[in-house]
């Protein structure tokens, strides 16, 4: 169902210059205050708060948060571990919406074959790696989950890997720059 502001109702939502402009501005720095982006651009502290505000609404911008160094966690670097998931139903969306808001939730993925998800969190220790896993095991709708624990990370690309020769700023600029109109309803 398309979601409606005041009477019009909208799907998408195009990114304008001065969003693109905007969402670099947060990328850099998340922490600066809206007067501080709109110096940058020279506009209106107004627009740059009223830009923000609706990407939010339309969910361009679904979260702020902060990237650690991986040594700075704890005097050490973190235990990643990914849970290979088999469900009771191939509902991935219910167990999804439990854990989503985890903190230490990397990424999900839903698969095709005999297994139903993958999740990859990352914990300061083997302690918060085992109290997610035994989180996971407990909901209604997990038959079984298999941990692998990430012994040494030898490659990480910024992005998948996309564009290995371009730096990745450079490849977030592009993609803003050529992004399409997001659907925002639900599928």
């Known amino acids: 169902m398309p979601e409606q502001r005041g009477s019009r109702t909208f799907r998408h939502h195009r990114l304008?210059?001065?969003?693109?402009s905007i969402l670099g501005a947060l990328k850099e720095n998340a922490r600066q205050s809206i007067s501080e982006i709109a110096s940058q651009l020279g506009v209106s502290r107004t627009t740059v708060k009223n830009r923000?505000?609706?990407?939010?609404?339309?969910?361009?911008?679904?979260?702020?948060?902060?990237?650690?160094?991986?040594?700075?966690?704890?005097?050490?670097a973190p235990s990643n571990a990914f849970f290979l998931l088999r469900l009771k139903?191939?509902?991935?969306?219910?167990?999804?919406?439990?854990?989503?808001g985890w903190?230490?939730?990397v990424q999900c993925w839903s698969l095709s074959g005999e297994n139903d998800m993958l999740v990859q969190v990352r914990c300061v220790d083997n302690d918060g790696i085992e109290r997610l896993r035994d989180r996971l095991v407990r909901h209604p709708e997990v038959l079984q989950a298999t941990t692998f624990m990430v012994l040494n990370e030898w490659l990480r690309r910024p992005n998948g890997g996309d564009n290995v020769d371009e730096k990745p700023d450079d490849f977030m600029t592009k993609l803003l720059a050529d992004a399409n109109p997001i659907d925002i309803t639900e599928h």
């Open 52 to 76: 923000i505000d609706l990407m939010r609404e339309r969910h361009v911008i679904k979260r702020f948060t902060i990237e650690l160094d991986d040594n700075d966690q704890a005097g050490g």
């Open 16 to 20: 304008t210059g001065t969003d693109r």
């Open 103 to 105: 903190p230490e939730l």
């Open 89 to 100: 139903r191939r509902i991935c969306r219910l167990v999804f919406q439990t854990i989503r």
